[in-house]
């Protein structure tokens, strides 16, 4: 089991508050190659327009920043996904930061935008996330998956991503009394 310090966890304390203000969604499902990714994200940046009752146009006047999580440019054949995001969005000149940490990519955009605010340097930011896996065959999407491993180390040992899952759901099932059906 590793051991943390009080040190290493301290719950950071914000500059001042952050408030999620909106949220949207697109359509989830396993496939959509009729659907390219900018319309997908279109269609969540106007969920949560309409979510506050404003027009795409309005809610992009608060925004200062943008944060996009996606974890691996390869599903989609582009390179740098969240620039073609951020323009089909109608978002430049505003920054935009592309967050990638694996499998935690979804909480460190969140946590980038909420650090941006609660410092003062942007009073509005976007968060926006998309992975699309459904362009490429099961097996080359599991390599790209098993490349975010540390391949000096881990990779020729044979430790893989389903052998991480498998530990941290017998760890659950340890716990909370579960058991193989």
């Given amino acids: 089991m590793i051991k943390f310090s009080d040190k290493q966890l301290k719950i950071p304390k914000l500059m001042r508050p952050v408030y999620l203000a909106t949220v949207g969604m697109s359509k989830f499902d396993r496939a959509f190659p009729e659907t390219r990714t900018e319309e997908l994200c279109i269609q969540a940046f106007t969920a949560a327009a309409d979510f506050v009752n404003m027009t795409p ?40 930061i592309g967050v990638k940490t694996g499998g935690a990519t979804g ?42 491993a540390d391949k000096d180390w881990e990779t020729p040992l044979g430790h893989i991503y389903t052998g991480y899952y498998a530990v941290m759901a017998q760890r659950y099932w340890k716990v909370f009394g579960k058991e193989e059906e």
């Fill in 57 to 96: 146009s309005e809610l992009k006047q608060y925004i200062h920043t943008c944060y996009y999580g996606h974890f691996a440019d390869h599903f989609g054949d582009q390179l740098l996904g969240e620039s073609i995001i951020h323009d089909r969005l109608g978002l430049d000149p505003l920054g935009n």
């Fill in 107 to 148: 909480g460190s955009t969140m946590w980038e935008a909420v650090k941006a605010v609660a410092s003062g340097y942007s009073d509005c930011t976007l968060a926006l996330g998309w992975e699309r896996m459904d362009e490429v065959p099961t097996d080359e999407g599991n390599h790209l998956i098993s490349a975010a």
